[in-house]
């Protein structure tokens, strides 16, 4: 089992930056893969975000070039620094675990406000 943990959410104006953090416990140790997904209301959960073990990352389009994912194996923790945000970012953002089971965090509101 892995619990996952998300802080760092809050309102911020157009443009500004928020830093998103997800923490594993657990049997973190088996953890290679690690997301971000968001939900935004009335749409479906879209993928974000991911980082491999190696540090090899993925972005969604929508995101590239403002949004970038980091990890800190020793802690168990994945982050999501977001700049340049846009009204359309905002969403209840979700840490997500890939594997036999598909674990998910509770998710942490970013709202960004034109």
């Known amino acids: 089992q892995v619990q996952l943990v998300e802080s760092g959410g809050g309102l911020v104006q157009a443009g500004g930056s928020l830093r998103l953090s997800c923490s594993a416990s657990g049997r973190t140790a088996s953890i290679n893969i690690m997301d971000w997904y968001r939900q935004a209301p009335g749409k479906q959960r879209e993928f974000v975000a991911r980082?491999?073990?190696?540090?090899?990352?993925n972005y969604a389009d929508s995101v590239k070039g403002r949004f970038i994912i980091s990890r800190d194996n020793a802690k168990s923790t994945v982050y999501l620094q977001m700049s340049s945000l846009k009204p359309e970012d905002t969403a209840v953002y979700y840490c997500?675990?890939?594997?036999?089971?598909?674990?998910w965090g509770q998710g942490t509101q970013v709202t960004v406000s034109s």
């Open positions: 980082i491999m073990s190696g540090g090899n990352t």
């Open positions: 997500r675990i890939p594997g036999t089971a598909v674990y």
